[in-house]
């Protein structure tokens, strides 16, 4: 496909994309990259758009796009699919996983092909998993469904939205050389906003800045271009504010130690242990980072400390100096921690402003039900100036890019200053700003101890400099799932 724009400009109050000139010539795969802004997510709604369509307006020209040929992954597919398989969902009921929700299921129904099914699910590490329920699935075990799915559709272009994001380092490799691969029969348009995540095999770059685009060049001037290193000083500014911010509203509530004790920790469905043989003891002060391969059990061992895991009761657990199941109410643990994850992304289905959204954070809840102090107002309104996001204020969350979103939600966690916060990948969907604004921001929360921080990344390059201790999964000898390893100055 041949696609060209011209004099291109989208915009909404939260959705900016604007093109003066951009050919993209047929059989040509492009690297994208984004300063600020979702812009993946933009060009794949604008060209998957059926003309009858007005989900995105614009002005100016866009030819030889054809949505019936163009496929798109992205966060906001991924949850949308998942919004669909909940609201259609009659698996209890029926008492068993519905063959249309499983993983098999959700790609066999873009090609009605079984070899076809086998080969993806073999190729993007599936097989596995084939008969799990789409639900059920961890973050990078999801995108690699996500991927398969589109490339089941068997159209020849691909909008493929951050596709590293929660992949382990294993499974980017492989992605690299898959996305490669397909590369050589079908156009792709791979955005990414992390330097690292450029795949070497891409030959045109487009460069985005704030949602425009600013320059296209080859993958050589890429690697020598000085965007990267301008838009680190460009963030030390807005990283300040942030923390003065922080540092002005900062309180803190202290418990006897542990914090948090774990003893032999086990977790398992029917027939499939995650992970057991676990002791994790978090005493106060201590930050933790949490590692391990896609679908070992990290979100499954956060969610035993946040108790919406059902096995929470099932386990042997201490929080805050009680027993977990002693009679203390779920919203008493909850008060004390901050929680961003893509279940909880997820499960923010309410549609409130985001105003709301970060408000909600002083509450614990999912939306907002009760009057809010004025001073609640206003520290929730400094965070939106902070975050450039003042003028949406009233916008619906829902209405808000994915990217925008999760700020949102990683400002509810924060806002309250609670004694626990836990951040299992809190980057994803975020722009190259915005993940660098977060970052620094978590480095000062940890070094002055504003908060606990319990942390999951899979790239090298979010590491925390305050964070010592690591527990990290690694597979069980007796193939009983995985066992972890808890590493550390205190503990050597
Ligand atoms: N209800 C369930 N039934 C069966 N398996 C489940 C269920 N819920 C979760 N799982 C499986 O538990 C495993 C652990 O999931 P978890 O989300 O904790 O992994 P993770 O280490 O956080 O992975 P990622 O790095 O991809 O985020 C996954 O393989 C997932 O498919």
């Known amino acids: 496909m041949e696609i060209r724009f011209t004099q291109l400009k989208c915009s909404s109050s939260s959705v900016s994309l604007?093109?003066?000139?951009?050919?993209?010539a047929s059989q040509q795969s492009w690297g994208i990259f984004s300063t600020e802004g979702d812009v993946g997510a933009t060009l794949g709604q604008l060209l998957t758009q059926q003309p009858h369509e007005k989900s995105i307006d614009y002005s100016g020209k866009f030819e030889g796009g054809d949505p019936s040929k163009v496929a798109v992954v992205s966060l906001l597919e991924q949850q949308s699919l998942l919004e669909d398989i909940l609201a259609f969902d009659d698996s209890e009921t029926l008492g068993y996983c519905d063959p249309k929700t499983t993983v098999f299921g959700v790609i066999y129904a873009q090609c009605h092909?079984?070899?076809?099914?086998?080969?993806?699910?073999?190729?993007?590490?599936?097989?596995?998993?084939?008969?799990?329920?789409f639900t059920h699935l961890s973050t990078g075990e999801g995108r690699r469904v996500m991927l398969a799915r589109a490339v089941a559709a068997q159209v020849p272009f691909l909008v493929l939205d951050e596709p590293y994001a929660g992949l382990d380092v294993e499974h980017r490799k492989t992605l690299t050389t898959y996305l490669q691969h397909l590369s050589q029969t079908m156009q792709i348009l791979?955005?990414?906003s992390r330097e690292e995540d450029m795949p070497d095999w891409i030959e045109h770059v487009a460069l985005f800045s704030h949602g425009k685009l600013d320059s296209v060049m080859t993958k050589a001037q890429w690697d020598n271009h000085p965007v990267i290193s301008q838009l680190t000083a460009q963030s030390g500014q807005q990283s300040e504010a942030l923390l003065a911010l922080i540092r002005r509203h900062r309180h803190s509530a202290k418990f006897a130690a542990p914090v948090f004790e774990l003893h032999d920790g086990r977790v398992a469905y029917s027939d499939k242990v995650i992970f057991s043989g676990v002791n994790w003891r978090i005493d106060n002060g201590v930050h933790w980072q949490v590692k391990g391969p896609n679908?070992?059990?990290?979100?499954?061992?956060?969610?035993?400390i946040f108790g919406d895991h059902p096995q929470c009761y099932s386990n042997d657990i201490d929080i805050f100096g009680k027993k977990r199941g002693s009679g203390e109410s779920i919203w008493e643990i909850k008060q004390h921690i901050g929680?961003?994850?893509?279940?909880?992304?997820?499960?923010y289905r309410v549609n409130c402003s985001a105003l709301d959204v970060i408000v909600s954070g002083f509450y614990d809840s999912i939306g907002l039900y009760q009057k809010p102090t004025q001073q609640?107002?206003?520290i929730a309104s400094e965070w939106l100036a902070i975050l450039h996001m003042g003028h949406l204020s009233k916008t619906a969350f829902k209405q808000l890019e994915y990217g925008q979103q999760r700020l949102l939600l990683i400002a509810r966690a924060i806002v309250k200053q609670p004694t626990l916060l836990i951040l299992d990948e809190p980057y994803q969907g975020l722009d190259y700003l915005g993940r660098r604004l977060i970052k620094n921001s978590l480095e000062l929360i940890a070094k002055e101890h504003l908060s606990q921080l319990l942390y999951v990344s899979h790239y090298q390059q979010d590491s925390l400099d305050s964070i010592k201790h690591f527990i990290e999964f690694v597979p069980d000898e007796n193939h009983q799932g995985y066992r972890a390893l808890v590493s550390g100055p205190s503990i050597d």
């Open 295 to 304: 679908g070992c059990g990290k979100s499954t061992l956060l969610g035993l």
């Open 18 to 24: 604007v093109i003066d000139e951009w050919l993209i």
């Open 190 to 192: 791979v955005v990414v």
């Open 339 to 347: 929680m961003v994850s893509s279940a909880l992304h997820m499960q």
């Open 113 to 133: 092909d079984n070899a076809l099914t086998h080969q993806l699910l073999q190729q993007l590490d599936l097989t596995h998993l084939s008969q799990s329920h």
């Open 376 to 378: 609640q107002v206003a």
